[in-house]
């Protein structure tokens, strides 16, 4: 629980700065469409470190479906890595191969979902 709690808001607080200086300090050095990628990364990356900090909530006070919970965490850290991760380095950098690396990390957000689903089911 802890160590969710701790990743979610470490992610969320670079999310918020990488975010200001997407808007202010590379405005008018990106192309539009790299900065909207930019944008994009920063604003899965705080949707995704709300969920690790709900999941940590969760372990904490719902203990079935722990394993689910703890799978979906991991799943969600992959996810902010892969996806956040390839578009702030191919939005700053332009290395297009990047962009095969950003569906990884979609597809670990969307497991990650799954597995709250999952865990939701068994704590019922």
Do not use: C
């Not at 918020?16 to 909207?36: E, M, N, Q, S, Y």
């Not at 991760?85 to 095969?100: E, F, K, V």
């Not at 597809?107 to 068994?122: R, T, Y």
Request: glycine residues 12%; hydrophobic residues 60%.
């Amino acid at each position: 629980m802890n160590l969710f709690f701790g990743l979610g808001s470490i992610f969320a607080g670079l999310a918020v700065i990488l975010g200001a200086f997407g808007a202010h300090g590379l405005a008018d050095k990106l192309t539009p469409d790299r900065l909207a990628n930019f944008e994009t990364a920063a604003r899965y990356q705080m949707y995704h470190s709300l969920a690790l900090l709900a999941v940590a909530l969760t372990l904490a006070y719902f203990p079935a479906g722990t394993k689910s919970l703890q799978i979906g965490g991991w799943l969600f850290v992959a996810g902010i890595l892969l996806f956040s991760g390839s578009l702030y380095i191919l939005s700053i950098t332009g290395i297009r191969w990047l962009g095969a690396v950003t569906p990884f990390g979609g597809v670990a957000f969307a497991l990650g979902w799954l597995m709250l689903v999952l865990a939701a089911w068994q704590a019922r």
